[in-house]
């Protein structure tokens, strides 16, 4: 019994110290389990739509949009599929560069989108890019043209740029398409 006392003397501080050690541990774990669940407990008390705001539904396209894109899909139908109102940052990869440069460039093609979209059924892959031009001849829609077809053209990827103000048969838009018209 001694020997026992005496070993428990000489040893306390390193049992101590494990002691406190797992103690320290448990109450890192307890408050990390608490912290999640009253993370997760606030995340479903949040309204999703803040309080104040108006939402409505808007239109998709503009019903000359609409008639073009009925053509359109109608000469690619055997092809391609066909997607509108693509976000840009979908179309490309960005791969390398400074974490800086790329951030700056996501923001500043994050919210512009394309009109149409021509992807390959087999590969998934884009194939063409159709941007329609309106009346619309403002610098500021001059400069967010050019920077889509930099993007697009930086990326390999083929655009065409077609007026909206006329109409197209569907052996017109397969032939400015360069693909084959349905018979």
């Given at each position: 019994?001694d020997?026992?006392?005496?070993?428990i003397?000489?040893?306390?501080?390193?049992?101590a110290?494990?002691?406190?050690?797992?103690?320290?541990?448990?109450?890192l774990?307890w408050?990390?389990?608490?912290?999640?669940k009253l993370?997760a407990k606030?995340?479903?008390?949040?309204?999703?739509?803040?309080?104040?705001l108006?939402?409505?539904p808007q239109?998709?396209m503009t019903?000359?949009?609409?008639?073009?894109?009925?053509?359109l899909?109608?000469?690619?139908q055997?092809?391609y599929?066909l997607f509108?109102?693509?976000?840009?940052w979908?179309l490309?990869e960005i791969?390398a560069?400074p974490?800086?440069?790329?951030?700056?460039f996501?923001?500043?093609i994050a919210?512009k989108?394309?009109?149409f979209?021509l992807?390959?059924p087999?590969t998934?892959?884009?194939?063409?890019?159709?941007?329609?031009?309106?009346?619309?001849r403002?610098?500021q829609r001059?400069?967010r043209?050019?920077?889509?077809?930099?993007?697009l053209?930086?990326?390999?990827i083929?655009?065409?740029r077609?007026?909206?103000?006329?109409?197209y048969?569907?052996v017109e838009l397969?032939?400015l398409?360069?693909i084959?018209?349905?018979?």
């Amino acid at each position: 019994m001694d020997l026992l006392l005496t070993w428990i003397a000489e040893n306390s501080a390193p049992i101590a110290l494990a002691f406190a050690g797992l103690l320290v541990v448990l109450l890192l774990w307890w408050a990390t389990i608490l912290l999640t669940k009253l993370s997760a407990k606030r995340a479903t008390q949040q309204p999703r739509v803040p309080n104040g705001l108006s939402l409505a539904p808007q239109a998709f396209m503009t019903k000359d949009e609409a008639a073009f894109y009925n053509v359109l899909r109608l000469a690619v139908q055997d092809d391609y599929l066909l997607f509108a109102q693509v976000p840009l940052w979908c179309l490309v990869e960005i791969s390398a560069g400074p974490d800086k440069a790329r951030t700056s460039f996501l923001g500043r093609i994050a919210f512009k989108r394309v009109d149409f979209v021509l992807i390959h059924p087999g590969t998934l892959s884009v194939a063409k890019v159709i941007e329609l031009e309106g009346g619309d001849r403002s610098s500021q829609r001059q400069t967010r043209n050019r920077l889509v077809e930099d993007t697009l053209k930086a990326a390999g990827i083929e655009s065409v740029r077609l007026s909206l103000s006329r109409t197209y048969t569907i052996v017109e838009l397969a032939d400015l398409l360069d693909i084959e018209a349905p018979e």
